[in-house]
């Protein structure tokens, strides 16, 4: 691979160029000739290339940096990639709550969230309110005109069928905010009731065994954009995006499956078909056996999801035989990345908070 002069040069790490502390550029690249070409590379003593640029710039280069830039090597700090699963899944990604005060216990629970995109935490703290400083250790947490923090429990005249005892079907949160909250964390503080059992789905392997069984509908589900709204109380929050979103490679980044509230925008009518059938098939594949995982909401029982990725549910319970409580909020990717990288730089995992 030939590289590039610029794409080199921006590159450079010597403390008149980058910063040390916040590793920004002092310069703008604009200023950097239009024409720049590499002179010469000379090799110190200890095998680093050294660079000499056509505007009298020298710099010294770490080999190992470059060759991770250039993907000739992995990059240690890169969360783990996602793998689809089922209900085969032989462990659920779980750790008791003491552990994540050690790197080791935070590496594996950081490990099964990027793998599977989910994780539970046992035995946390489960007083109201508990969960912000919980979900702290891994994000800000957003707020959303539910507030900060968000109390499931039954109440009339719901605004939400997360209020009530009724069963939810495996869906994503929020599908109608721009941008969709990333991570949720379900906390529960209390649960009596019989029944109301949670459910989670991955959305890769049911995106994937789609685009296995009806590759016409996985591509329709990609491309149609789909509106959603939420318009209750005074709010209104909408959003359009295709169900089924995906990179340049085709590998699916987010999904959007929430069936009470979808309208898909006006399209030919061979187009709506492949739309509504494939929007079928995929409801299927998230209640089929094979895909569902569940299990019972103990109090100190915290989960937490990809909310791009990971759909849940829960079944059916009877709010008269008990109380169930739980608590949930949201926070963004860019925190749980956050931790893996420093926990693979330094071996403690941080999130970088400004000091006030």
Not at 140 to 145: A, E, K, L, S, Y
Request: with cysteine.
């Amino acid at each position: 691979m030939q590289l590039h002069p610029t794409w080199l040069r921006e590159r450079v790490s010597e403390p008149d160029a980058l910063d040390p502390v916040n590793h920004q550029r002092l310069y703008e690249t604009s200023d950097l000739p239009a024409d720049l070409r590499v002179e010469a590379v000379e090799t110190d003593a200890d095998g680093a290339p050294r660079v000499r640029f056509s505007d009298g710039y020298v710099a010294r280069f770490d080999p190992a940096l470059l060759a991770i830039e250039c993907g000739w090597e992995d990059d240690r700090e890169q969360p783990p990639a996602p793998v689809p699963w089922t209900t085969a899944l032989s462990e659920l990604p779980a750790i008791r709550y003491e552990e994540l005060d050690e790197a080791d216990g935070m590496r594996r629970l950081l490990d099964g969230f990027f793998r599977y995109g989910f994780c539970i935490m046992r035995g946390t703290p489960n007083n109201p309110g508990d969960l912000h400083q919980l979900a702290s250790r891994f994000g800000f947490v957003r707020d959303t005109h539910w507030g900060q923090l968000f109390d499931v429990v039954t109440k009339p005249s719901a605004s939400d069928l997360a209020y009530t005892g009724l069963a939810l079907a495996a869906h994503t949160d929020n599908p109608y905010r721009f941008p969709v909250p990333g991570i949720q964390f379900l906390h529960c503080l209390e649960n009596g009731v019989a029944g109301g059992l949670s459910t989670i789905v991955d959305g890769l392997a049911i995106t994937e065994r789609l685009a296995e069984l009806a590759p016409d509908e996985a591509e329709v589900l990609a491309e149609l954009p789909v509106r959603f709204r939420y318009d209750t109380y005074g709010c209104i929050v909408e959003d359009s995006s295709p169900l089924i979103e995906r990179d340049k490679h085709g590998q699916m980044i987010g999904l959007r499956l929430s069936t009470r509230l979808d309208y898909v925008l006006p399209a030919p009518p061979d187009k709506l078909d492949l739309f509504y059938s494939g929007r079928r098939r995929l409801q299927k594949l998230a209640a089929d056996p094979e895909f569902v995982v569940s299990f019972p909401f103990e109090p100190g029982l915290l989960l937490m999801m990809d909310n791009r990725r990971t759909l849940h549910g829960r079944t059916a319970f009877d709010g008269n035989t008990g109380r169930r409580h739980l608590q949930g909020c949201y926070i963004d990717h860019d925190g749980p990345r956050s931790l893996w990288r420093t926990l693979m730089r330094d071996g403690v995992a941080s999130l970088g908070r400004e000091a006030a």
